[in-house]
Structure formats: structure tokens, C-alpha cells
């Protein structure tokens, strides 16, 4: 089994250091570098060929939200998951992040195993968005989202397709739709890989931003 190559990025010791104690404990993850800030950050993890970067927004030199784009945007061509590891205080850059390419995005409060099953989750190309804060991050990208635009990407979708896109908006994991649209779980793995590539997103917390960008979904419906 080949480990998962993780590389923490905060520019501050002390939560390095208990990521790296949570992490490391796992058989299936390596650490495999650490960096303060975000020019470190690309650079190592291009030097380590990690697999998954645990990235802080808030670091001098160069921001998380910098490093998500040269790391994890498509037009990089070989983009390296970022997962967002944050606070509340800076929900916008948040959003930003998502766009510029991050798989997705985890509390700094949330338990380990939490912490655990996120990065694995990203590393098998799934992306996420943590639940506990989902409906929080639609309440506020919604009211600072910009006026839906047309795409002609959506007209390739089929009517599951949407639904499935939808139900992923509101924060629904794979097991929730397929208890919501009465479907099995291969099933709607198949349809969400549908939606990613037909949308040309890389995760499931790029297609939370999509929906509510393009006005396909919205807060409450």
C-alpha cells in the first residue's frame, strides 16, 4: 500500500506539530515536509511530490490562498490537493481557495479522527467540504456571491445530474443522496464523477461553489 504523502504548511510550530502527531500515527500517511509560510509551501511540496497539502491561509511571505492557486489550480497541470485546514475569521478567502482549486477545507477545531478521514478523503480524489460547517459557508458565500452567469458547461448535464449537484450543495455526502434519490452507492459515484468532469471541477467543494455561483442552488432550497 502505498502511504499518503502529506505536507503541513502553518506558520505556526505548535499546530504543525500536532498535525504531525495525529497524522503520523496513521500506517497509511507519511509526512513527508513541513513549510511556515506559503513560498515554502509550493516548493516543497513540488520537491517532495506530496500528495496532499495541509494548508493554513493566514502565513507570511506568500498566503495560503497564493499557494492554493500555483499548487491546486488545473492550469498548473499537475495540481497537488490542498486541503484548507481554517478558522471562520476569513470566510472569503476561504471561498477564494475553493475557487483557485482547493479539494477542500477542515476546522482547526475538528477532532482527529475528523482530521484523519478528511485527508484520506482528499488524497482518493473525493475532495470535501466539512459538514459541522457547510450551511455556515452557503449563508455566507451567498450573500457575497456574485449575479448567477450563464454556462454552457450546465446544458451537458443530465436531470439526475443537477439533482445530484444540488443535493452535493447542500452538503450531502455520497450515502445521503443515495438515500435521498433512492440510488446505490456506485451510483451516485458514478453520477458526481459525471458532474466533476462535465463541469471540469476537481472536487465536490468546487462544485458547492459552482451551484451556488451559477444560481442552481441557493440558501434553504
Known sequence: MTAIRVLLADDQAVVRRGLR????????????GEAADGVEAVALAHRRAAHVVLMDIRMPRMDGLAATRLLAHPATGEPIDVLVVTTF???????AALRAGAAGFLLKSAEPDALVAAVRTV???QGLISPEVTR??????????PQPHADSRIDALTPR???VLMLMARGLSNADV??????????????????????????????????????LARPGS
Open 178 to 215: 443515495g438515500r435521498e434519490l433512492v440510488l446505490e452507492s456506485s451510483t451516485v459515484k458514478k453520477h458526481v464523477a459525471n458532474v466533476l468532469s462535465k463541469l471540469d471541477l476537481r472536487s465536490r467543494a468546487q462544485a458547492v461553489v459552482f451551484a451556488y455561483e451559477h444560481g
Open 136 to 145: 455556515r459557508l452557503i449563508s455566507e458565500f451567498a450573500s457575497s456571491a
Open 21 to 32: 502527531t495525529i497524522l503520523e500515527a496513521e500506517p497509511d500517511m507519511e509526512i513527508v
Open 89 to 95: 475569521d476569513l470566510d472569503e478567502i476561504v471561498f
Open 161 to 163: 445530474e443537477r439533482e
Open 123 to 125: 488524497a482518493g480524489g
